[in-house]
Each structure stands twice: as structure tokens, then as C-alpha cells.
């Protein structure tokens, strides 16, 4: 084989390689945002029993509340429920913390800092993630869901008019955060 033709040879290589390695990457992503969009979907479909067991509930009593925060090229999640389980979900990593009860106190106080927003929140049948410019709160009671938004940037400046509901969610997101960098980690088989 002479030297063009190993080079012509190389190049065709590189070039099923690259193609490959680029449908590899749609896949991930497909896959990412399919796991994203599925997890957040139970918080929004869970039957109140399935998500909080049979601990009886005052009428029209906040079960959870999830925080949609758009974060540079990704969108977090942050979702705590009354009984004290919260989780973050990131959309393009397609990855989540399931932190149960780690963070339990942090995820009450994001449901209890959120029922005193239902009666500025607009009741709403549809649960879509914001634009990059917002954050939204869905609220969610036994029967009904709510919905409060924000701005990213007067929220991140400090003036945001939900400031009480955004620094709950993320002191609970950080809280997760700590709990998932601080965990046993699995060691790898040899």
C-alpha cells in the first residue's frame, strides 16, 4: 500500500469515526432529555398518596413545590415535597439527585415557604419549563397546580419578588448538592 492510499485510508477512518462519534452524542442527548423530562413529569402526575403515603392532609394543604431555574446552558429542577423528600433533576446532563430525606428540614421549608405564595400564584393546567430569562415555582395542592415566576437576573441581583421562594429552593439545591458530593462513593471492582 503506498502512502496516498494509506492516507486516503486514514482520512475515511477519521471521518466514520467523527460521524459515529457524533450519533453517539445525539443518542446521549435524546436519552438525557427523555430521562430529564420523565422524572420531572412524576412530580406533576404522582397521585398525592404515592408521593406523601396516607398521612391524611388538610384540604387544599401544599404536597410540593417544584423550582425550574434555567443555569447557563441547562435547566435545573428542584423539587421538595411536605413529607421532606426533595431532589434535583438537570436537564442536559440528564442526571438527578435523589437526596430522600438528606436535606429533610430544607425541603419542609421550601413547601412551607411556598404555600405562602398560592394566594399571589396563578392557578394553571399545564406545567411547561420556562424561557432562559425566567424561573418558574409550580406549587402543587392535592388537586391543583400553581404557578409563580420570576426573573433570572432580578432574582440572581437580589431583587427578585419571589427572593423568599428562590433562596428555600436553593438552599435546598445546595444542601442536595452537598449531600451527593459528600456520599460514600462505591468503590470500582477489580
Known amino acids: 500500500m503506498d502512502a496516498v492510499t494509506l492516507q486516503?485510508?486514514?482520512y475515511v477512518l477519521m471521518g466514520c469515526a467523527a460521524l459515529g462519534f457524533s450519533a453517539w452524542r445525539k443518542r446521549r442527548e435524546k436519552a438525557n432529555l427523555a430521562l430529564y423530562q420523565s422524572l420531572r413529569e412524576i412530580f406533576y402526575t404522582a397521585a398525592p398518596?404515592?408521593?406523601?403515603?396516607?398521612?391524611?392532609?388538610?384540604?387544599g394543604a401544599v404536597i410540593g413545590v417544584a423550582m425550574d431555574w434555567p443555569i447557563e446552558d441547562t435547566q435545573a429542577t428542584v423539587i421538595a415535597c411536605a413529607?421532606?423528600?426533595?431532589?434535583?433533576?438537570?436537564?442536559?446532563?440528564?442526571?438527578?439527585?435523589?437526596?430522600?430525606?438528606?436535606?429533610?428540614?430544607l425541603a419542609r421549608a421550601f413547601v412551607a415557604e411556598a404555600a405562602r405564595?398560592?394566594?399571589k400564584a396563578e392557578k394553571v393546567d399545564a406545567h411547561p419549563?420556562?424561557?432562559s430569562a425566567s424561573v418558574y415555582f409550580y406549587i402543587r395542592t392535592a388537586n391543583s397546580l400553581y404557578r409563580v415566576s420570576d426573573s433570572v437576573s432580578a432574582l440572581l441581583a437580589g431583587k427578585g419578588?419571589?427572593?423568599p421562594l428562590f433562596v428555600a429552593g436553593n438552599n435546598?439545591?445546595?444542601a442536595l448538592f452537598k449531600l451527593a458530593d459528600t456520599?460514600?462513593?462505591v468503590p470500582e471492582r477489580a
Not at 413529607?83 to 428540614?105: F, H, L, N, V
Open 49 to 59: 398518596e404515592d408521593m406523601l403515603g396516607s398521612a391524611p392532609r388538610q384540604p
Open 161 to 163: 419578588a419571589t427572593e
Open 8 to 10: 486516503l485510508a486514514l
Open 117 to 119: 405564595w398560592i394566594a
Open 83 to 105: 413529607d421532606g423528600t426533595g431532589s434535583i433533576y438537570m436537564k442536559r446532563q440528564g442526571s438527578a439527585i435523589a437526596g430522600g430525606y438528606g436535606a429533610a428540614e
Open 172 to 174: 435546598l439545591m445546595t
Open 183 to 185: 456520599a460514600e462513593k
Open 129 to 131: 419549563e420556562p424561557d
